[in-house]
């Protein structure tokens, strides 16, 4: 079964430390992966996008590498800020889908960040 | 458009009710996603549209599911006799390009549906 599994599931770090969050995945066959950020009551916001060729992409103070081979991806927050205080969603777009298409995306239940003035 | 937008954002339903959820993707978007995203879990794929077709349902988690891109721009999700386990929130996403397969999904704000 193709599952994303994002750890730890809470994370509370004071203002200005680097941290790292994790995701997995049971199937090294991937199109690409995502990492989204939602904040309480809103939509999700897509932070970055890694192609299956890829190895890193970055945006500012965020890094998201993947590892196929391993079936894991992190997300890199450096300087964290008061404002990055959201959940984490991770998401995986397969290159197979045994249930259906392959367009939609399988998502993991998120880590929730705090940041701490 | 700016963004998806998704109307109504809350929706209180008593049960056995039908609702009716729109999503307005952002123009020009030919591919268009369902999630159903329940508390202090993941979203979970329910269905996609390209343009008008919808190409893949199989996330519906039951025949009182149903939705529909007829014009293939605007969706309407609709639920049937509405249970409490369909509380949830609905999340609509689009994406461009004719397949969908290497683009961003940009989602909406989704509506929050509680079935009483």
């Known amino acids: 079964k193709q599952e994303v599994t994002q750890i730890p599931a809470a994370l509370s770090v004071p203002e200005g430390e680097n941290l790292v969050l994790n995701c997995s995945f049971t199937?090294?066959?991937?199109?690409?992966l995502q990492w989204f950020r939602q904040d309480p009551g809103k939509g999700l916001t897509s932070l970055l996008l890694i192609q299956s060729s890829q190895r890193e992409q970055t945006s500012g103070r965020l890094n998201a590498s993947l590892d196929k081979s391993s079936g894991r991806s992190t997300l890199y927050i450096a300087a964290s800020q008061p404002g990055d205080s959201a959940t984490y969603l991770c998401?995986?777009?397969?290159?197979?889908?045994?249930?259906?298409?392959?367009?939609?995306?399988?998502f993991g239940k998120g880590t929730l960040l705090t940041v701490n003035p | 458009g700016a963004g998806v937008s998704q109307s109504p954002r809350y929706k209180v339903a008593k049960r056995g009710q039908d609702v009716a959820l729109r999503c307005d993707p952002i123009s020009g978007h030919v591919s268009l996603f369902w999630y159903q995203q329940a508390l202090g879990q993941g979203p979970e794929f329910l269905t996609y549209?390209?343009?008008?077709?919808?190409?893949?349902k199989s996330g519906l988690p039951s025949d009182r599911f149903f939705a529909e891109r007829p014009e293939g721009s605007v969706s309407t999700l609709k639920i049937q006799r509405t249970q409490q386990e369909d509380s949830a929130v609905y999340l609509c996403?689009?994406?461009?390009?004719?397949?969908?397969?290497?683009?961003?999904?940009?989602f909406g704000p989704g509506t929050r549906l509680t079935v009483l």
């Open positions: 549209f390209q343009n008008e077709a919808q190409l893949d």
């Open positions: 996403a689009s994406s461009g390009g004719t397949s969908g397969l290497a683009d961003t999904q940009y």
């Open positions: 998401a995986v777009r397969w290159l197979f889908n045994s249930g259906g298409s392959n367009y939609k995306l399988t």
């Open positions: 199937d090294s066959a991937i199109y690409n």
